[in-house]
């Protein structure tokens, strides 16, 4: 994209501007509401939308004029209503979520922003490092559909797992075949999809 534009760098900014726009209108006009969504906001004109958006996700047996279902709640103390995501009962599970997280958005951030400079050194070439960037962002992407669509058959742990383990050995890969010209590239591709 750069190339086609004589080099100016704010040619891949609108491009992916423009991408991101197209795909958002894609979204916006064929993805549509769920049934319990319209059924919640109970407007006429959202409940008139359930049967069409039932048919569209092929789901059968929705009737449009049904009240939302809502369970009884029984009245508890303060304390217990005040149930959030550091409350004794999650403090441990959530802290370990935001600590893996942020492990993880470090880790893909070290790779994609060093990976790039690394081959730039080794290569002298500031062009291949560009390329071996756009490789890792364009593997991160397949990578992600590629989890959302195994998550269909394979538990999501067990994938992170699976993924975790590719990427060290990608990674190491990466590493020791910098200047060999050619491995490091799948390499790369590679550590891209799985740290994603």
């Known amino acids: 994209v ?3 534009f004589d080099g100016a760098w704010q040619a891949l900014f609108w491009f992916g501007a423009i991408v991101s726009l197209g795909l958002t209108i894609l979204v916006g006009l064929t993805l549509p509401e769920s049934p319990a ?4 906001r109970g407007t006429e004109a959202s409940i008139a939308r359930i049967a069409v958006t039932a048919r569209r996700m092929g789901l059968t047996g929705v009737d449009p004029s049904a ?4 369970t009884e709640t029984t009245s508890k103390s303060a304390n217990e209503e005040k149930v959030g995501v550091l409350s004794p009962r999650y403090r441990v599970r959530t802290l370990l979520i935001w600590g893996g997280y942020t492990c993880g958005i470090m880790g893909y951030y070290f790779i994609n922003s060093w990976t790039p400079q690394l081959i730039t050194t080794s290569s002298g070439s500031a062009e291949t490092g560009a390329l071996v960037a756009t490789t890792i962002s364009v593997g991160a992407i397949t990578g992600g559909v590629i989890f959302v669509l195994l998550t269909l058959r394979i ?4 994938l ?6 590719v990427a ?3 990674q190491v ?3 020791l075949t910098l200047s060999t010209g050619g491995i490091e590239y799948v390499a790369a591709v590679l550590l891209g999809m799985t740290m994603q």
């Open 2 to 4: 750069i190339k086609s």
């Open 67 to 70: 009240a939302p279902h809502h």
């Open 37 to 40: 969504y319209l059924a919640g």
């Open 160 to 165: 992170c797992w699976m993924a975790l383990g």
């Open 155 to 158: 538990i999501p742990t067990k």
């Open 168 to 170: 060290v050995v990608a």
């Open 173 to 175: 890969t990466f590493a």
